[in-house]
């Protein structure tokens, strides 16, 4: 059986069902489904209606094209209601094809590339421009396009800075107020929930005093105390690495190039360890040490003992690369310029001295106290170096030309010195940590911020990519908030505080093959790149010694001969052929020359002396002096 059509009923709301109106509808149904059309008048219908509706828009456009060249719609009914929502559209306005013309040949009011400001290129550039000197058209048009590349992409950097998702800002106080006087509390307090979770403290009573070390991503701390307790943990979400008690005393800790690897300075060696607390090496070389410090780009260990020597290990084939022996005593104040990978140690007797591992004495030494030096930083750019002694001052010096900028009193001497990402400097001063802000460039007559411990502090360092102090004392590890410490923004190729196992590994493999040899180490790195022109006079001089001279360039075209005697390579011969005759035939005469002067000047030299009235003598040479 074929079902039933549905059939289509059309009420009112002021009819009801089962009226005579609505029996009609139901008659005129069944008559128009009795009398349907054939193919042939449906299709002349459709064309008739296509047609009217053609002629209808036209009629629309050149209405509202008469009425200003704007078609609306949603408009107002005649009894005065607005149409319903699916009715209204937007405004759409209708050119003609003269207007369309003037709009393609509009000019653009903002032509070329958005303006970059001056200050944000000069900070992506990789220092000055090349003064290009060279005879040769080749190698000068390839350097010139690198230049070019290499300004493009300083511009890109620099534009780019408009995507980066975090911005910097710092701690500002109402009126009347000082920053200083902020408590950690009230920033918990006002900050969101993610900061605040950074905020927290350790207490271990039982194995301090502790030191801490961050990693280069800012995401894994490293605790070492000094009756033995060893933990690496992920801070941000609170998850421990490994826990382990070493049994002995702990001096000092580093991570190596990566959270996998770590160093310990214990009671005789030092140890290695990996992320799970298993001892990959003792490096017995290496005994009584009391400070680390590891060069990321170079894979160097660098340590200092109490004996005074200054050793670097090579930890990516486990080789001792220098030791130093310094004559200044006890070493426990030491610092790496990250910049150009120098080491700075502070002595007892007031000096600072810097070291490298390619030269057995000190590049640098300056005298920055009148006693013995307390703690040495240096900042990010290698530009400042803040230093304390015991004569309780702060003193900031220029690297460049070694001479102090600022100097500050501090009430009880500062015992640990720290310099941020962006300028910060944290000093702990007993169990009282001060920040200062933009204390190396002007002079600054109140902290930063402050914070008060209840024990003694022993070990600061910042967190790289966090506004977050890091304080190891004797009770244990404080996580401090301190706004506008950290860089906003992270570069992933550098330093990926978020990245994976496949991404650690790859890291890896690039920096071990981008690792600098240690004999690159000097105080201004920009000095590889440039000719050294005395080693130049030197050679020219030991050729001068050797061949007695310096033969000159001979230009010599050989001339075309035919079948095949005047191919590539024995043109090549036949101008080396050449340039040696000439060569040679200038050698000789030269060497003619000089014999003919060494004849002269001895034939003068036997004439002076028969004027002296002593005539020469074959047997002359036999006679007594």
């Not at 001096?251 to 959270?259: F, I, K, P, T």
């Not at 061949?547 to 360039?553: R, S, Y």
Request: proline content about 4%.
């Amino acid at each position: 059986m074929k079902p039933k059509k549905a059939q289509r009923y059309f009420v009112d709301e002021e009819k009801q069902p089962g009226s005579e109106e609505v029996k009609s509808a139901q008659d005129s149904d069944k008559r128009t489904e009795s009398h349907k059309p054939g193919p042939s008048q449906e299709k002349s219908e459709n064309d008739t209606r296509t047609s009217g509706r053609k002629e209808h828009t036209k009629r629309r456009t050149d209405k509202h094209k008469q009425d200003g060249h704007k078609h609306k719609r949603g408009q107002q009914s005649k009894d005065g209601k607005a149409e319903p929502h699916w009715k209204q559209e937007e405004e759409i306005e209708l050119y003609d094809d003269d207007e369309f013309r003037s709009i393609e040949n509009r000019s653009d009011p903002f032509e070329g590339d958005a303006p970059v400001p001056v200050e944000t290129v000069e900070r992506y550039e990789r220092g000055k421009k090349n003064k290009l000197n060279i005879r040769n058209k080749k190698l000068k048009e390839h350097l010139q396009k690198k230049e070019e590349k290499f300004g493009v992409a300083a511009k890109q950097a620099a534009r780019a800075e408009l995507l980066l998702p975090e911005d910097s800002g710092f701690l500002e106080a109402d009126e009347g107020d000082e920053t200083h006087q902020i408590l950690q509390t009230d920033l918990v307090d006002a900050v969101d929930i993610t900061s605040a979770t950074k905020s927290f403290e350790l207490n271990l009573p039982q194995f301090g005093p502790y030191h801490m070390d961050f990693t280069r991503n800012g995401r894994f701390l490293l605790l070492g105390g000094k009756m033995g307790h060893l933990a690496g943990m992920d801070w941000i979400t609170k998850n421990l690495m490994f826990e382990i008690n070493v049994m002995e005393t702990i001096r000092d800790v580093q991570w190596l190039h990566q959270e996998t690897m770590l160093a310990v300075s214990q009671k005789k060696w030092v140890y290695m360890y990996d992320n799970q607390g298993t001892e990959l090496h003792c490096i017995k070389k290496m005994n009584d040490v009391l400070k680390m410090e590891f060069l990321p780009y170079h894979f160097l260990l660098a340590t200092c003992n109490a004996n005074g020597f200054l050793q670097y290990l090579d930890t990516s084939v486990g080789k001792m690369v220098a030791q130093h022996v310094t004559k200044c005593g006890r070493l426990d104040v030491m610092t790496q310029n990250p910049y150009n990978a120098i080491i700075h140690l502070g002595h007892p007797n007031g000096t600072v001295t810097l070291w490298s591992p390619n030269v057995k004495e000190p590049l640098v030494k300056m005298l920055c106290h009148k006693m013995g030096i307390r703690a040495v930083a240096v900042d990010k750019s290698g530009l400042y170096m803040a230093t304390s002694g015991m004569d309780r001052q702060l003193k900031i010096f220029d690297v460049r030309t070694f001479k102090p900028l600022q100097a500050y009193r501090v009430p009880y001497g500062a015992g640990n010195l720290c310099f941020s990402q962006r300028g910060l400097l944290a000093a702990a001063c007993g169990n009282v940590v001060e920040v200062y802000k933009d204390c190396c460039k002007t002079t600054q007559e109140k902290p930063y911020m402050r914070h008060r411990m209840n024990t003694t502090i022993t070990n600061i360092g910042f967190s790289p990519y966090e506004d977050v102090l890091g304080v190891a004392h004797a009770k244990g590890y404080a996580s401090l908030l301190i706004p506008g410490a950290g860089e906003a923004n992270f570069d992933a190729l550098e330093a990926n505080p978020y990245q994976n196992k496949t991404q650690r590994r790859e890291f890896e493999v690039k920096a071990l093959l981008e690792k600098i040899q240690p004999e690159m180490i000097t105080l201004d790195p920009n000095k590889i790149s440039e000719i050294d022109e005395g080693t130049m006079k030197q050679r020219k001089d030991e050729r001068m010694q050797i061949f007695g001279i310096v033969p000159k360039k001979v230009s010599f075209e050989p001339t075309y001969k035919m079948r095949g005697k005047s191919k590539g390579l024995k043109n090549e011969q036949r101008k080396q052929g050449k340039k040696e005759a000439y060569r040679r035939e200038q050698i000789r005469e030269e060497m003619n020359e000089k014999q003919k002067e060494k004849r002269f000047q001895k034939q003068e030299e036997g004439r002076h002396e028969e004027l002296d009235g002593q005539p020469r003598h074959a047997l002359d040479r036999f006679r007594k002096k």
